[in-house]
């Protein structure tokens, strides 16, 4: 494995250990991990799921609050 892999893997680790509800952080990477796939292929996938984790309880709140 690379440092470049593994230091993706372990900045993943570290994000996803602040959350909210872990419901809400899987889903958001899944969703960010599935649509960087399809823009940016393995990279992409990585990046997305990163990112997903991170905003996923931001996108919820806001979320919740536009619909009452």
Request: with cysteine; charged share 10%.
């Amino acid at each position: 494995m690379n440092a470049l892999t593994f230091s993706a893997l372990i900045a993943a680790a570290i994000m996803t250990t602040a959350c909210n509800t872990t419901e809400q952080r899987v889903g958001g990477a899944a969703v960010g991990a599935g649509t960087g796939a399809a823009v940016g292929g393995p990279v992409g996938a990585v990046v997305g799921g990163a990112a997903g984790a991170v905003t996923a309880p931001t996108v919820v709140r806001a979320t919740r609050r536009a619909t009452r």
